[in-house]
């Protein structure tokens, strides 16, 4: 069974940092993408960051571009989400997800994703 469980939400100041966790049991990241998406209240779900590890390959929105840095423990089977300068923008419910890749171009905040975690909320106050 696949299973996604995110940790490390709380609350922090503006300019503060946070790091998330993203723990997957039942697969393994070789044959899979993983991204993490937010949404705040009142907004659509948004993608933040992608990572897939069969190329070492990252991705950023651009509002997160240079803040938030994606990494993964192969042997842990954890994927993080490093997150530096938070702003009250960023207040959000967390979501990791995992896509197992496909033939063909992949597009990380476009494709549909095969498997969410429960989230993890980050709040920033100014």
């Known amino acids: 069974e696949v299973q996604l469980v995110e940790s490390g939400g709380g609350l922090v100041q503006s300019g503060g940092s946070l790091r998330l966790s993203c723990a997957a049991s039942?697969?393994?990241?070789?044959?899979?993408?993983i991204g993490w998406f937010r949404r705040a209240p009142g907004k659509e779900r948004e993608g933040v960051s992608a990572?897939?590890?069969?190329?070492?390959?990252?991705y950023y929105a651009i509002s997160v571009k240079d803040r938030f840095t994606i990494s993964s423990d192969n042997a842990k089977n954890t994927v993080y989400l490093q997150m530096k300068n938070l702003r009250p923008e960023d207040t959000a419910v967390y979501f990791c997800?995992?896509?197992?890749?496909?033939?063909?171009?992949?597009?990380?905040?476009?494709?549909?994703?095969?498997?969410w975690g429960q989230g993890t909320q980050v709040t920033v106050s100014s």
């Open positions: 997800a995992a896509l197992r890749l496909r033939e063909g171009l992949f597009l990380p905040f476009g494709d549909p994703y095969d498997y």
């Open positions: 039942g697969f393994t990241f070789d044959d899979y993408a």
């Open positions: 990572f897939t590890s069969s190329d070492n390959s990252t």
